[in-house]
């Protein structure tokens, strides 16, 4: 299968990657030459230096598309501008090629307006990538279910589950993951627990399983604020980020890039919580957690 992938950032690359290891061609295509070939050359390396690994690269939209299976759209930018690069792309296909687009931050039934076809659009995003067993299979309101049934196929294709979800804000697991983030951090600032044990509690004895806070530090506290802002706009209050991520934000501590957020970091390895345990009431008084 021939896979194009449009966008050299890090989901493209994620993408990417993960098709390559799958044996299927891929072509990844961004609008600088050293740049498409960095991250060409990245994912190679990711293979055991294969440079046999289907993947090529280009800065041409139409040497990227022509002839391809499936186009995955993870440029960077708004719905206007993901709109006028699937329309451009629909123009350079076959009618039976599929258009994803993919972008947690973003309706796909409103991009797939831009399409003459927009029935054979659809949204596909990676779990935990760039090897998270799981994929996002976003149904936007114009998706067939034979585009669904492709789109579907194709993930089980990647050795990855596929997990359909409608077209709503945060899709499933974006929605999941800041709940929990946002859940965590309020119990540490109301002093239920300790940052450790909470991260504990959830990972409940899987060593491969991070724990919500210790997640929240490695995507950036920054980043896990405008992600919930967003959400609480379009959803509601349930999102909004707790007083004391933003208190962190404000100090500069924002995770690993800043070597503390909820944790104290050393070679991106958490060594220790940033933050105290909850005090021991003493026995007889009416102190109490605050």
Excluded at 90 to 96: D, H, I, K, N, R
Aim: with cysteine; aromatic share 2%; net charge negative.
């Amino acid at each position: 299968m021939i896979v194009a992938v449009l966008g050299t950032g890090q989901r493209g690359r994620d993408i990417a990657q993960r098709c390559v290891r799958a044996g299927h061609e891929v072509r990844l295509r961004g609008t600088d030459a050293s740049d498409v070939m960095d991250r060409v050359d990245e994912i190679r390396h990711a293979l055991n230096g294969d440079v046999s690994a289907g993947i090529d690269g280009t800065t041409g939209l139409e040497s990227a598309v022509s002839g391809s299976d499936i186009v995955i759209d993870a440029t960077d930018g708004g719905t206007d501008s993901h709109r006028e690069v699937v329309a451009e792309t629909e123009t350079m296909v076959e009618a039976e090629t599929l258009i994803a687009v993919s972008d947690t931050s973003l309706s796909v039934t409103a991009v797939a307006t831009g399409l003459r076809s927009p029935d054979r659009a659809v949204g596909l995003n990676l779990v935990d990538p760039p090897d998270g067993a799981i994929v996002e299979v976003v149904i936007a309101e114009q998706t067939t279910a034979a585009t669904r049934d492709r789109a579907t196929d194709f993930v089980a294709g990647l050795d990855a589950s596929p997990v359909v979800v409608r077209d709503t804000p945060g899709f499933a697991a974006l929605r999941l993951e800041l709940a929990t983030i946002a859940e965590a951090v309020r119990m540490v600032e109301d002093r239920v627990a300790g940052v450790r044990d909470i991260d504990r509690t959830f990972e409940r004895g899987q060593s491969d399983r991070d724990g919500p806070l210790v997640r929240a530090d490695r995507h950036g506290l920054e980043t896990v604020i405008t992600a919930l802002e967003d959400l609480a706009e379009r959803l509601d209050e349930r999102f909004e980020p707790p007083p004391l991520l933003r208190r962190k934000v404000e100090d500069g501590q924002l995770g690993v890039v800043t070597g503390e957020g909820f944790y104290v970091w050393e070679d991106g390895t958490p060594i220790a919580g940033a933050d105290p345990d909850p005090d021991v009431p003493t026995r007889g008084s009416e102190s109490e957690f605050r």
